[in-house]
């Protein structure tokens, strides 16, 4: 069945770093677009970036650009979110979730992860 | 970026009554929208995908129309599980933007 792991939160400094990892199994990842997407305490869903099975397409949120960085190792079948310059406001719960494309090329998340919890204090 | 505004943002109900939630992109979005369900401590899960067609495993109560800019997700015959937050959102375009969600409790 497909499991996706997310690991590597904490609580770091303003202007701190950490990176994520989201290990996958169940399906073939490396085929497989990934997004990241965060929750913030008691708020909603923000998409963050996504990336291809291949890597090589990329996209990030306005409010990520620039701090954060996707990418992936198909052979260890991880998702990975760099995140630089964190703020405050970056203190959130994040989701890796694996991209569904059907016959009309339409996307949905079929799968979640159960979150990793990041908190930027001083 | 493509706005999405559900309404409402909460609402109360009672077990078997029949829910509708609406869910408005900004821009034209064909049927590319879903609509996920999140309970408290834990991941969304995808409900329904392409505004209409109902993921392996969902309850037949759950059901999702509409077209363009205007979305429905109706729960019929509301059950205790159901009580939840819903969210829709869009996959037209980047970035892929949630509505804020509507969270169901009991009436």
């Known amino acids: 069945q497909v499991q996706l792991v997310e690991s590597g939160g904490g609580l770091v400094k303003p202007g701190g770093s950490l990176r994520l990892s989201c290990a996958a199994s169940?399906?073939?990842?490396?085929?497989?677009?990934m997004s990241w997407v965060r929750q913030a305490p008691g708020k909603g869903l923000e998409w963050l970036s996504y990336i291809s099975g291949s890597g090589i397409t990329i996209f990030y949120a306005d409010s990520v650009t620039g701090r954060f960085t996707i990418s992936r190792d198909n052979a260890r079948n991880t998702l990975f979110l760099q995140m630089n310059s964190l703020r405050a406001e970056d203190t959130a719960v994040y989701y890796c979730a694996k991209e569904h494309s059907d016959y009309y090329n339409i996307r949905s998340f079929d799968y979640w992860g159960q979150g990793t919890l990041v908190t930027v204090s001083s | 970026d493509i706005q999405m505004t559900q309404s409402p943002s909460s609402l109360s109900a009672s077990v078997g009554d029949r829910v509708i939630i609406t869910c408005r992109a900004s821009?034209?979005?064909?049927?590319?929208l879903n609509w996920y369900q999140q309970k408290p401590g834990k991941a969304p899960k995808l409900l329904i995908s392409?505004?209409?067609t109902l993921q392996s495993g969902v309850p037949s109560g759950f059901s999702g129309s509409g077209s363009e800019t205007d979305f429905t997700l109706t729960i019929s015959n509301l059950q205790p599980e159901d009580y939840a937050t819903y969210y829709c959102?869009?996959?037209?375009?980047?970035?892929?933007?949630f509505g804020q969600g509507t969270k169901v409790e009991i009436k």
């Open positions: 169940g399906f073939t990842f490396s085929d497989s677009y």
């Open positions: 392409a505004a209409s």
């Open positions: 821009q034209s979005i064909g049927k590319y």
């Open positions: 959102q869009q996959t037209y375009s980047i970035p892929r933007t």
